[in-house]
T-cell receptor, first 113, second 115 residues
Framework: GNSVTQMEGPVTLSEEAFLTINCTYT??????LFWYVQYPGEGLQLLLKATKADDKGSNKGFEATYRKETTSFHLEKGSVQVSDSAVYFCALIPFSGNTPLVFGKGTRLSVIA | GAGVSQSPSNKVTEKGKDVELRCDPI?????LYWYRQSLGQGLEFLIY????????KSGLPSDRFSAERTGGSVSTLTIQRTQQEDSAVYLC?????????????FGSGTQLSVL
């Protein structure tokens, strides 16, 4: 079946630290991959996506590269800010496109000044 | 409206009671999704509506759960005879056409607490 596994949180970092949140997936075929973010008190919103192998999604200083050989889509940011504190969800849509987004369990990030 | 609207934002109910949760999608969006967010469990897909097609109900956890979408717009998720394990945040999302790779817009959710 299709599934997403991401590192368990919470993750606590100091401002300007480097961030990596690991995400690996299991899927038939070649899925599209996403990172969604949920800021405190707000709904989930799309952060970035990649639709094929070796694609890099990027937004707001965050990046993730679709690695088919390791079935991974790790989220990275070079210098986090307090405003990045949120819950981050890795997700996929299978190649068939007939199944809605499959989410990981989420990783809570807290950035302290 | 400007975004996906859900009501109520919080609902406390007693075990065994029925509850209805409402979702107003973004105007013009034909696809509507319900997810459940439980502590430590991530987002669990419940049901998906796309236009006039039969809904994908494959994620509904039991026959106590049902959903409808009237007029292709507003959706209501109904939980009958609520149980304590139903306590969670219920999230609604919509998208323009429900196609692959499309961006979903989420509401802020309804926090359901079953006592």
């Amino acid at each position: 079946g299709n599934s997403v596994t991401q590192m368990e949180g919470p993750v606590t970092l100091s401002e300007e630290a480097f961030l990596t949140i690991n995400c690996t997936y299991t899927a038939t075929g070649y899925p599209s991959l996403f990172w969604y973010v949920q800021y405190p008190g707000e709904g989930l919103q799309l952060l970035l996506k990649a639709t094929k192998a070796d694609d890099k999604g990027s937004n707001k200083g965050f990046e993730a590269t679709y690695r088919k050989e390791t079935t991974s889509f790790h989220l990275e940011k070079g210098s986090v800010q307090v405003s990045d504190s949120a819950v981050y969800f890795c997700a996929l849509i299978p190649f068939s496109g007939n199944t809605p987004l499959v989410f990981g369990k989420g990783t809570r990030l807290s950035v302290i000044a | 409206g400007a975004g996906v609207s859900q009501s109520p934002s919080n609902k406390v109910t007693e075990k065994g009671k029925d509850v209805e949760l409402r979702c107003d999608p973004i105007s013009g969006h034909t696809a509507l999704y319900w997810y459940r967010q439980s502590l430590g469990q991530g987002l669990e897909f419940l049901i998906y509506f796309q236009g006039n097609s039969a809904p994908d109900k494959s994620g509904l956890p039991s026959d106590r759960f049902s959903a409808e979408r009237t007029g292709g717009s507003v959706s209501t998720l109904t939980i009958q005879r609520t149980q304590q394990e139903d306590s969670a945040v219920y999230l609604c999302a919509s998208s323009f056409a429900g196609t692959t790779n499309e961006k979903l817009f989420f509401g802020s959710g309804t926090q359901l607490s079953v006592l």
